[in-house]
DNA sequence: GGATATGTAGATGCAAATATCCTTTTAAGG
DNA sequence: CCTTAAAAGGATATTTGCATCTACATATCC
């Protein structure tokens, strides 16, 4: 329900990768940090790939960079590559009758769909960078293990 | 992406239960309106019985009725039955780091997601009710052909 | 140019959501 | 009772999203 695991996954990454622009981050970097299957995420990135939303280097020293800054870049660019957002535009019951208009029914539910594309929309990825920690993760410091959290 | 194709089935279902309040329906009945495969539709309507929104009778003159009168059901609820909202709480990546604070991708993720429930919340199954027609279908009037639409 | 490190592509496996079918249970009406 | 109409339950396809594995192409470094 609401978002699949690929979205996730490509959110992740892409997070990542605007935490380091400017370096290249191989598959398995990014599947590390973002505790991503490395073999899904090659898939995924290759998605991002051919939308051009990053760009590929190969061989020794390569990986994968943002093609944009990452205020240029929304939640909603990422998302539409690996799993677009779809407005209900017509009636999936396939009724003639109300022409253009949706039921109720549905144009409650596009509404709903329409404000998370908005979101998506207004919220760039930059704004979801963690910038309160070195090199950490997206999501904390987990590269950072901190002083008394053995394991 | 977004909604499962079952959370439409219970609601197309649910609007044509309270557009017939007090008449049962059977699933035959509702699956022709609704434009559900109705063997599918048998194991959705059994759910929703289990979680209290329906009742059935069985036998002759028998169906499925809301249990409450439509403004006292909300979309959320049907979803909630077949397949729930789960907001984000915890951090998907497991990092103790920030305890319960979510990393901003979560944090905007999950308010995405608080969006649609509210939106659901406030929505009540009377609001999707299609009153311009007499009979008609949840969405439109497919059950009263408009002249010179023969088939 | 050989060794190594990377991304690219395709085949395949697996599990969950969706859909179908058949049998059993329960109720109504004669 | 018996017949019929309905839901309930269970077994089994089918499809799709997720994941894995292997071979291949391309780049860098020495």
């Known amino acids: 329900m609401i978002f699949s695991q690929t979205v996730e996954y490509a959110l992740r990454s892409v997070v990542w990768l605007a935490s380091h622009a ?11 940090a973002t505790q991503v299957p490395s073999n899904y995420l090659a898939k995924v990135m290759n998605s991002l790939r051919r939308t051009g939303l990053v760009e590929s ?41 109300h022409g253009l208009n949706l039921c109720p029914l549905h144009k409650h539910l596009d509404e709903a769909i ?9 919220t760039k990825i930059a704004d979801l960078v963690v ?3 070195e090199s950490g ?9 901190e002083p008394g959290e053995g394991s």
Chains 1, 2 share one sequence.
């Not at 993760?137 to 293990?145: D, E, F, R, V």
Request: hydrophobic residues 35%; proline residues 5%.
């Open 57 to 97: 280097r190969r061989g020794l020293g390569g990986g994968y960079i943002l093609t944009r800054t990452s205020d240029e870049l929304t939640v909603l660019d990422v998302v539409n590559t690996v799993d677009p957002i779809e407005r209900i535009e017509r009636c999936p019951l396939g009724l003639k009758s």
């Open 137 to 145: 993760s997206i999501c904390g410091k987990a590269a950072t293990p």
């Open 131 to 133: 910038k309160t920690c």
């Open 22 to 32: 400017g370096n290249p981050q191989t598959v398995q970097q990014i599947a590390e």
């Open 114 to 122: 329409g404000m998370i594309e908005q979101a998506f929309i207004k």
